[in-house]
């Protein structure tokens, strides 16, 4: 199974139980799928996560738009290393920002999306007819139209967007570089396990969407 496995084993225990839970409500409707059911269980996991994606992503909007500031700091004090970091302490004590606090949901979330996916990279459909879903003959091997690859590049690539504000080279580089990657390892990736991270995307974006909306709505009104 391995180190990080056996670490995620009750996770993945308990997520395979809510998992057949969730196809068991399916059939119940006259749709008995894997597939509804995983994106059943993401929506479900999404939900949950909620309170932390919105501190997680306030935080790193807040970060971002303090980078000018922080540019001008690191160049006007370059030389004296230690006024640079009072001066960086200062603003982020000034704007009211933790440049930790968006690291600490992301620490909470990452066990249960970590055990997510070893639920489903090991998950054993019942059988051949039950691993089905829509155009994939299989969800425990890789999509052989690749149409799911392509979908979790483009929804990474739009999250991705999304999150961003102030864009220096690097983070223009991962923007390209990072959904590339995850398109790439897509390929080989059992489709189920795919269309984990696909709807996982889409919920994000929709989440980040009534976040930046409710913030505009709340900035008209002021």
């Known amino acids: 199974m391995g180190f990080f496995g056996t670490i ?14 969730l196809y068991t409500v399916t ?7 894997y597939g509804l059911a995983i994106i059943l269980l993401t929506i479900i996991i999404k939900m949950i996560l909620y ?35 009072q001066k960086i302490g200062a603003l982020y004590k000034d704007a009211g ?7 600490l949901p992301l620490l909470i979330q ?25 155009w994939l003959p299989s969800m425990s091997e890789a999509d052989p139209l690749y149409i799911l690859p392509i979908l979790s590049a483009l929804t990474t690539f739009w999250q ?17 570089f990072m959904p590339l990657f995850i398109g790439w390892i897509s390929l080989n990736f059992p489709s189920g396990l795919v269309l984990y991270w696909v709807t996982m ?10 976040m930046y909306r409710n913030e505009d709505t709340a900035k008209e009104a002021a």
């Not at 995620?8 to 139980?17: D, K, V």
């Open 97 to 103: 920002v933790n440049p930790l606090a968006g690291c």
């Open 160 to 176: 991705q967007k999304m999150t961003t504000t102030e864009m220096t080279q690097q983070m223009k580089i991962m923007m390209i």
């Open 110 to 134: 990452m066990p249960i999306l970590m055990g997510m996916y070893y639920a489903l990279f090991n998950f054993t459909y019942p059988s051949a007819e039950a691993a089905k879903f829509l």
């Open 27 to 33: 059939d119940v409707f006259g749709a008995g799928s």
């Open 51 to 85: 309170p932390l994606t919105v501190k997680q992503v306030k935080s790193m909007k807040a970060m971002q738009e303090l980078s000018p500031k922080m540019k001008k700091i690191q160049e006007k004090y370059k030389d004296n290393p230690q006024v640079m970091q």
């Open 201 to 210: 995307n889409v919920v994000q974006i929709a989440q980040q969407w009534w």
């Open 8 to 21: 995620f084993a009750p996770i993945e225990g308990l997520l395979h139980f809510v998992l057949e839970a």
